[in-house]
């Protein structure tokens, strides 16, 4: 069955063994089962969704050269709502990939096609066994990235399964019971760290996270926060609160990209709070992080142009 008229490029022979549109019925036989032996992509999607139907035809094509080495199973939202519900599907297209019968890293949106295939390289990479740990460490902090700290959370445990005194995996496990605000056991995990990584940046920068995350408090919800905003560019409040909310999740760059946007359109609104938090932003990553460096430029661009 074809999901949309035009949307999905032509079914070729073997396509039923590869490509196949699940349901709560057949999820259990389809992903977890059929992921014990070879990577499953899950492709979350609704007939209404616009970039769905430009994710869906890529998916199949990357699926399709892989010859055999992957699967796509695609859920329709609308038809099962309880799966959704169970995997924690906030907005469609959502794409979860499964190996040994877990979530290991998802995205949200529609994503480039060399983004999909570096990702079906990776799973295809790890299908011969359990995935090593430099991988979960990778797929974890891509899940991380794109807000899904759940899934985030158990790649962090399976790597630190392996080695207790992993620094980023502890940072990052941290950040993900900081973003569930989980803030005791997030402490419990940082005060337990290894005496020889106490110091890495990942950990002091987690850290640093956690005492922004309790000073912060309750900052509400951020799907309601995001329609303040997307309502009015001048609702610098209802950003503030968003891009703290993000940060804590784990999407740095977006979170300093929304002070930034407060920044620009008023430098001095709350006695330069939008600027301040940037500079805690900084601190909690630590100087030499990829979203500090492009926080600082974005930064600096804005306030000598």
């Given amino acids: 069955m074809q999901l949309f008229a035009g949307a999905a490029a032509p079914k070729t022979t073997g396509d039923a063994d590869i490509i196949k549109d699940g349901s709560l019925k057949t999820f259990a036989q389809d992903v977890i089962q059929a992921s014990q032996q070879i990577p499953v992509l899950v492709d979350f999607w609704a007939p209404w969704c616009g970039p769905c139907k430009q994710l869906t035809p890529v998916l199949e094509k990357v699926v399709r050269a892989a010859k055999g080495r992957i699967r796509l199973v695609k859920i329709n939202i609308d038809q099962n709502p309880e799966l959704a519900q169970q995997l924690r599907i906030q907005s469609v297209p959502t794409v979860y990939a499964f190996l040994g ?132 560019d001048d609702d610098h409040d209802a950003r503030y609160q968003l891009a703290t909310i993000m940060f804590l999740r784990g999407q740095a760059e977006a979170a300093m990209g929304h002070l930034v946007q407060i920044v620009k359109r008023d430098r001095t609104w709350k006695d330069d709070l939008a600027r301040k938090q940037l500079v805690k932003f900084f601190d909690a990553l630590g100087p030499k992080h990829p979203a500090t460096l492009k926080g600082r430029r974005m930064l600096s661009t804005v306030l000598f142009s």
């Fill in 101 to 232: 019968g877990q979530p290991v890293t998802g995205f949200a949106g529609a994503q480039p096609e060399s983004q999909i295939k570096a990702l079906v390289d990776r799973l295809i990479g790890g299908a011969g066994g359990e995935m090593d740990g430099a991988d979960l460490l990778q797929v974890a902090q891509e899940a991380a990235e794109h807000g899904d700290t759940h899934t985030a959370a158990q790649l962090f445990q399976q790597v630190l399964a392996e080695d207790p005194a992993q620094p980023v995996a502890l940072g990052g496990l941290a950040r993900c019971l900081i973003a569930e605000r989980q803030f005791a056991e997030a402490k419990r995990l940082l005060d337990g760290a290894p005496k020889e990584v106490a110091g890495h940046a990942a950990v002091s920068g987690a850290r640093a996270a956690l005492a922004l995350a309790e000073e912060a408090g309750d900052l509400g919800d951020p799907t309601k926060l995001l329609a303040r905003v997307q309502a009015d």
